[in-house]
């Protein structure tokens, strides 16, 4: 009774918030609760997916790649990496982990990657896999400024890396203890998750490319690992070199 209770009186807080705020235009319709990444990932992205090509989905969770052929994710539960439930359709499931994947030498003509290298244990043998298993591919992962408006620094065995993208290298940047806490407020998550139109929520879908890291890469793609105490731990350099 009492979960109802607390569900209740946070409902009805973030509705009265939604109509205190000037800043809301209650007569206008906004986009609400966000259902996929493929529609505003379009935008900026060509994918130059072919109808023949193996395209695998690796982590793909909730919002399952259109294109894809296959789909793949470590968790088939509950999980505090991932908000909502698992999709699964018609399309061959295999549940494994990306640092070791089943799949042959460049199996995969394209493997689409998104919002989950941020998670993981170890970046660098993941970007390593990622390489082994597909010709080309795309990766995506949410941007530091993406995580401390939506607060999801608060939230407990969650994002491990923050990152960043210069030309065809993959930036991975250990979240602090001290940054991992709850910000106070997490108003900006629901006026983005808001069925009303209102500024923050605009903000995000018409830019985009400010909250997540895009990339597309063909063959390999460079990565350097940063841990918390600033100390450079892994680079696909350092390797070549």
């Known amino acids: ?72 994710d470590f968790y088939e539960g509950d999980t505090t990496h991932r908000y ?17 994947t089943p799949f042959a030498d460049k199996e995969f003509d394209f493997v689409y990657y998104s919002h989950v290298l941020e998670h993981v244990e170890d970046p660098a043998r993941a970007c390593q896999e990622l390489m082994r298993i597909g010709k080309r591919g795309y990766v995506e992962t949410p941007s530091k400024i993406s995580d401390v408006m939506f607060n999801f620094t608060k939230i ?52 985009r490319d400010l909250f997540v890291s895009m990339m597309l890469w063909e063959n390999k793609f460079d990565y350097i690992v940063i841990n918390k105490e600033g100390e450079i731990i892994n680079s696909s350099k350092a390797i070549r070199a």
């Open 1 to 72: 009774m009492m979960i109802y209770l607390k569900k209740f009186k946070n409902k009805l807080k973030i509705f009265i918030q939604d109509l205190l705020h000037l800043d809301i235009n209650i007569l206008v319709n906004g986009k609400g609760i966000e259902r996929d990444r493929y529609s505003y990932q379009k935008q900026y992205i060509n994918f130059a997916i072919s109808t023949d090509d193996k395209v695998l989905d690796i982590g793909s969770g909730g919002y399952p790649f259109p294109l894809a052929t296959h789909l793949a």
């Open 84 to 100: 909502e439930i698992l999709k699964r359709d018609d399309r061959p499931f295999i549940n494994c982990n990306i640092e070791q």
């Open 156 to 207: 407990p065995n969650h994002h491990k890396w923050h990152t960043h993208i210069f030309n065809n290298t993959l930036i991975f940047l250990e979240w602090k203890d001290r940054e991992k806490r709850d910000l106070g407020t997490d108003y900006f998550f629901h006026q983005f998750h808001s069925q009303w139109k209102n500024p923050f929520q605009d903000l995000v879908h018409e830019n």
